[in-house]
């Protein structure tokens, strides 16, 4: 290689070196803090007072806050079944039925919650619920739950269309021909192999219901308040050491997993790689 | 010589006028007639787009026929779907399902009969054991290679005991090398089943080696149906002598026409065929002459037929065979192919040189279509 | 001829064309009935609302039926004044704006940072992912809120900005108002912005580049082109759909955002999101703030419907 060529190479890895790092510094920089000063004693966040668990004492009683994360857990879970159950069927809808009566209006609907700003869907939901107050009830948790599906229906709808797209069509004309009915084809043979893009969709969807202010702002109705909403209140009235601490634990929790979840996936996919390429050998 | 569509109502598998249309402007599948017999090796042959496939998939239940009728042992097919037909097929991505083990694949198609445990673990093994997978039974697809890949769903589609088996380009899938050692191999494994077979390629070869008769297709059409060596050696159609294997083609008009023979003027030389053709005199004909017919000397032969002198233009070494191409008088070019019988042979021609062709009156095929 | 072989009646059911046809409605209806009941009815009804008047608690009726006479009363006035009214239209193009620049700023930090991590050694790559994926999955909420302890009086990015006294070029540009105050301001708004935002501009830059094939750089080097030009020439002409991907992801929720602009913004960031919440949680003005959905949602939807056409038709052109 030449010497200039030498250069080059050498000035883009150290750039590139300087951008990833000063990049990560930006997207940690603010959680590292946060976590930093909930251990802070000192109520103001701008004294440091010594470092204290006492903000986590204090979460384990906090009411307002438990029943908010009970509830969010609820309605994630829910709103996450729901979500993925009816993006299963629209990203089907779409991909083995080409033509049908409004297929451009339902792509429409189907792709409009990914494009339009979750105040006017919360808007306009809240709205045709309070028009049909008869029918839907007072406002609360299922109300909630309503919204959230709406919305990761359209995530999980991608999602999972975008499985399904990629799925060899043969394998399932190779079970018909085996002499497997279209259910049984489903199950035996096209679900275990979006069985991935399912349970993405479902974390997906889990964490966009458990992450909404807006929606449940609109939706929810007395004594259904979410851990978002208990959060956002709080926090629009400054830096609070309660808040920290809960961030804290919220963070933790999620490192975890996806630290852990990311582990098994490369493990898993690293496997299977060697495996085929010893079998390409072979 | 057209395919004249057989009537045979006893014949294993037939079909009938069956018609394709995607509303595409042309068919995809014109009116196409064919009985295959029970246990043969039958081959689809054609470029690709000329509707093999889509008439593979007819019969396997994957498209609807616009018209016609399928047949099979007696039984029509028509409104069945592909899993109630006693038909099963390998697919040209082989289709192994890749959540389940080979064991598993093998035995989908069994637990869907409802197959008892014990025949069906028993039947396995001898799927297995027939294409030599025995030991590969709990590995799953993507731990094996491409050529173990295809036995697998070879074993898969056999397992049922269909009574017609379809082959969707069996071997594309696979390097030279290894789809030579396949395609005995396969046709092999099918013989010893004693199962019905139609098989789709592309690959005369293929077609030519596993097939016990041949269709060969263009657009949506069938020009020609019989045995390996009769299309070969006697093609139907000009088509049909261009796809399989090297030919020349000279245009030329009919001259003298007896009953045991013809003589055709092609302008750079002149034809004897040494039988009589269904035809007039100073009808348009074209000559078909396979390359490996011609035999290249220095001196003139002796008469004024079939031979013609040329220059040689091109000269490619295959090993077996060398392949000239002899430049003619007028502008066209002859193929021609000499078997290396002897090493070191020193009086092939060169390129430069010139040489004469010569062939016998037995080895011309006269075309009108 | 013989006849067909003998079928249970359950195969014979399955393979009929009704029971096809039904399970193939029931598939399709589900998610159709469900979002017309939850995706098109409530776009109706905030129509009919807009053109209504707001009453004590709740809008007036549209339609009355008085003596026998049927009365409508549509109100236009909504209409009327968000068209006349500086402050929507004024508001409207600030979101976009905003939008824009955040966009702008997200492919600037992002897109080398994409790039960087598609060369990087190919072990490294699967953390480097994650690492990016990592604040995605965290709540987006709590990572907003961190900014306010940064950028509060005292907090860790306000010190160093003033001891660089890098505040006064930011007071030079208007993004702030006051020297060493950043919270609630325009600057605030942006940096949080940008930072929510990163990831969605990354990961699909990331995607696209690190499926290119990197003989092609070989290709042109071997016909002469620099590094920086083979760059320029090929690697982000090759990427344009990752960048397209990631600037769709950033800027189209940007323009309706509501929670950052609350917790960071200021009051000269007026965001077309805080101002339907304030329409309607402040004001109790529902009418209005339905008006200004159904122009937002137009106006939205009309340039989408377009580009959707245009993209269906570039792919049809394709086939």
């Known amino acids: 290689m030449s010497l200039r060529a030498l250069l080059y190479r050498v000035l883009e890895k150290g750039f590139g070196k300087t951008w990833l790092g000063a990049g990560f510094v930006f997207l940690y920089l603010p959680i590292v803090v946060l976590v930093f000063y909930s251990f802070n004693a000192s109520p103001l966040p701008v004294v440091w007072g010594g470092v204290s668990l006492r903000w986590y004492r204090q979460l384990v009683q906090d009411r307002d806050l438990l029943s908010g994360v009970w509830l969010s857990l609820q309605i994630a879970l829910y709103a996450a079944t729901g979500s993925v159950v009816l993006g299963a069927l629209a990203a089907f809808t779409l991909v083995k039925y080409k033509r049908f009566w409004g297929r451009t209006l339902f792509t429409g609907m189907v792709n409009a919650p990914l494009v339009m700003p979750e105040v006017i869907i919360g808007l306009s939901l809240l709205l045709m619920l309070v028009s049909m107050q008869r029918v839907f009830g007072q406002r609360g948790m299922f109300t909630i739950w309503l919204g959230h599906v709406l919305l990761g229906m359209s995530y999980a709808t991608v999602v999972i269309q975008a499985r399904l797209q990629d799925l060899n069509p043969e394998l399932e004309q190779a079970a018909a021909d085996l002499g497997a009915r279209p259910i049984q084809v489903f199950f035996l043979v096209t679900l275990p192999l979006i069985l991935n893009a399912l349970v993405s969709a479902f974390l997906l969807s889990f964490t966009l219901s458990l992450d909404d202010v807006v929606l449940a702002a609109f939706l929810n109705g007395p004594g259904s308040t979410t851990l978002p909403l208990v959060i956002f209140s709080r926090a629009r009235l400054g830096m609070r050491p309660d808040i920290n601490a809960a961030a804290s634990v919220i963070i933790a929790v999620v490192t975890v997993m996806v630290v852990g979840g990311s582990y098994f996936v490369f493990r898993a996919e690293r496997r299977r790689a060697a495996e085929i390429a010893a079998a390409q050998r072979a | ?369 | 001829m013989s006849r067909p072989p003998a079928s249970s009646l359950f195969n014979r059911m399955h393979a009929h064309p009704l029971f096809l046809a039904h399970s193939r409605k029931a598939v399709i209806s589900v998610p159709f009935v469900w979002l017309l009941i939850f995706m098109l009815l409530p776009f109706f009804i905030i129509l009919k609302i807009s053109f209504a008047q707001m009453g004590i608690a709740s809008f007036l009726p549209l339609s009355q039926f008085k003596e026998g006479i049927l009365t409508l009363n549509l109100d236009l006035t909504h209409y009327q004044f968000i068209v006349q009214d500086q402050l929507y239209f004024r508001t409207y193009l600030n979101s976009l704006w905003c939008a824009a620049l955040t966009t702008f700023w997200c492919l600037f930090i992002g897109y080398p940072f994409a790039y960087f991590m598609a060369r990087a050694k190919a072990t490294l790559q699967p953390a480097l992912l994650m690492l990016v994926m990592l604040p995605f999955w965290t709540s987006y909420l709590l990572r907003v809120y961190a900014w306010k302890g940064l950028l509060m009086n005292g907090g860790l990015l306000a010190r160093v900005l003033i001891y660089t006294h890098l505040d006064w070029i930011l007071l030079k540009l208007r993004l702030i108002v006051e020297p060493g105050m950043f919270m609630n301001t325009q600057f605030a708004l942006l940096i949080g912005m940008v930072y929510t935002y990163l990831p969605f501009m990354i990961l699909p830059l990331y995607a696209t580049l690190s499926k290119m094939d990197l003989r092609l750089l070989e290709a042109a080097a071997d016909l002469g082109a620099t590094p920086w030009v083979g760059f320029w020439k090929i690697t982000v002409p090759l990427s344009k759909a990752g960048i397209i991907a990631g600037s769709m992801l950033v800027f189209i929720p940007c323009i309706g955002e509501y929670v950052i602009p609350e917790l960071l913004g200021g009051p000269q960031s007026l965001m077309i999101g805080r101002v339907l919440w304030d329409e309607f949680f402040s004001n109790n003005d529902w009418p209005m703030a339905s008006s200004v959905a159904v122009v937002v949602i137009l106006l939205i939807l009309l340039p989408l419907a377009i580009f959707n056409k245009y993209q269906a038709e570039a792919s049809e052109v394709r086939r």
């Open chain 2, 1 to 369: 010589m057209t395919p004249v569509p057989s009537t045979n109502d006893t014949a294993f598998v037939q079909i009938r006028d069956l018609v394709k249309d995607f509303g595409a402007g042309s068919l995809a599948v014109n009116n196409v007639s064919l009985d295959i017999a029970q246990g043969e090796i039958f081959a689809l042959l054609g470029p690709s787009g000329c509707g093999k496939t889509t008439l593979l998939r007819m019969v396997a239940g994957f498209e609807t026929p616009t018209k016609g009728k399928i047949l099979l042992d007696g039984v029509e097919l028509d409104g069945l779907p592909p899993y109630l037909r006693p038909i099963n097929m390998m697919f040209q991505s082989y289709a192994l399902f890749p959540h389940l083990t080979v064991w598993d694949n093998v035995a989908f198609g069994l637990r869907r009969e409802g197959m008892p445990h014990e025949p069906m673990a028993e039947r396995v093994e001898q799927m297995l054991k027939l294409v030599q997978l025995q030991r590969y039974g709990r590995r799953k697809p993507h731990q094996l290679s491409g050529g173990q890949q295809q036995r697998v769903a070879l074993a898969r589609s056999l397992a049922k005991r269909p009574k017609l088996m379809l082959l969707d380009e069996p071997l594309a899938a696979l390097d030279k090398k290894l789809r030579e050692e396949t395609q005995i191999e396969l046709a092999n494994i099918i013989r010893k089943v004693g199962v019905t077979c139609v098989m789709v390629t592309h690959d005369q070869e293929e077609a030519m080696t596993m097939a016990n008769r041949l269709a060969v297709m263009s657009e949506g059409n069938i020009l020609q149906v019989g045995t390996p060596t009769e299309v070969y050696e006697t093609p139907a159609t000009r088509f049909v002598a261009d796809f399989i294997g090297n030919v020349n083609l000279m245009d030329g008009t009919v001259v003298v026409d007896e009953r045991d023979f013809v003589e055709i003027d092609c302008g750079f030389c002149r034809h004897r065929v040494g039988h009589g053709i269904t035809g007039t005199l100073g009808m348009p004909v074209t000559v078909a002459l396979r390359p490996e017919k011609i035999h290249l000397v220095r001196e003139q032969p002796a008469g004024q037929f079939n031979q013609v002198r040329g220059t040689v233009h091109d000269r490619a070494y295959f090993g077996s065979f060398t392949l000239y191409v002899l430049e003619l008088p007028g502008g066209k070019r002859l193929k021609v192919s000499e078997a290396n019988n002897e090493r070191n042979r020193t009086d092939a021609p060169a390129e430069g040189q010139g040489a004469w062709a010569t062939w016998p009156d037995t080895a011309q095929v006269v075309l009108t279509t």
